[in-house]
């Protein structure tokens, strides 16, 4: 098995490739989507902030949040990702990984791969190519993977 997975994700959506190597095509085995991350910030949230009474006072103010819930849906989708291809290292689906996110959301892919998935990471590109066809995701890619 000399097979190569080109992941190209974004936080709503993720495209799983696969290929055989540097001069080979790229077939699209599968496509991954977190419909939630599109929706709007005010949509993913039900209600107001909280409120709370202040510690040394009458005064009242709104409770901020740490993470907003676009981000927070972000996170929960590079987890969903990175699961997802910890399953098929399991199933010894792939040899070899390259990643291919904007730079933030390939960041949280990063931090959610497990181990042996990220042992296998040949190649990553700071990019949101997942709206382009797979000749232009090709081109995109090292030489040498």
Same mark, same amino acid.
């Given at each position: 098995?000399?097979?190569?997975?080109?992941?190209?994700?974004?936080?709503?959506?993720?495209?799983?490739?696969?290929?055989?190597?540097?001069?080979?095509?790229?077939?699209?085995?599968?496509?991954?989507?977190?419909?939630?991350?599109?929706?709007?910030?005010?949509?993913?949230?039900?209600?107001?902030?909280?409120?709370?009474?202040?510690?040394?006072?009458?005064? =009242?103010? #709104?409770?901020?949040?740490?993470? *907003?819930?676009?981000? %927070?849906? !972000?996170?929960?989708?590079?987890? &969903?990702?990175?699961?997802?291809?910890?399953?098929?290292?399991?199933?010894?689906?792939?040899?070899?990984?390259?990643?291919?996110?904007?730079?933030?959301?390939?960041?949280?892919?990063?931090?959610?791969?497990?181990?042996?998935?990220?042992? =296998?990471? #040949?190649?990553?590109?700071?990019? *949101?190519?997942?709206? %382009?066809? !797979?000749?232009?995701?090709?081109? &995109?890619?090292?030489?040498?993977?």
């Amino acid at each position: 098995m000399n097979r190569t997975w080109v992941v190209v994700a974004e936080s709503s959506r993720a495209r799983i490739f696969a290929t055989k190597g540097p001069r080979s095509a790229l077939n699209e085995i599968e496509g991954l989507t977190q419909p939630e991350a599109r929706l709007k910030e005010r949509d993913l949230v039900s209600d107001s902030h909280g409120r709370s009474f202040d510690s040394g006072g009458t005064g =009242r103010h #709104a409770m901020g949040r740490q993470v *907003n819930q676009k981000h %927070h849906e !972000a996170m929960v989708f590079a987890k &969903h990702i990175a699961d997802h291809l910890q399953e098929e290292y399991a199933r010894n689906t792939f040899a070899k990984l390259i990643l291919i996110a904007p730079p933030e959301f390939l960041g949280l892919l990063r931090k959610a791969l497990h181990a042996p998935c990220a042992n =296998r990471v #040949a190649a990553t590109i700071n990019k *949101n190519l997942v709206q %382009h066809d !797979a000749a232009d995701i090709h081109a &995109h890619m090292p030489e040498r993977f």
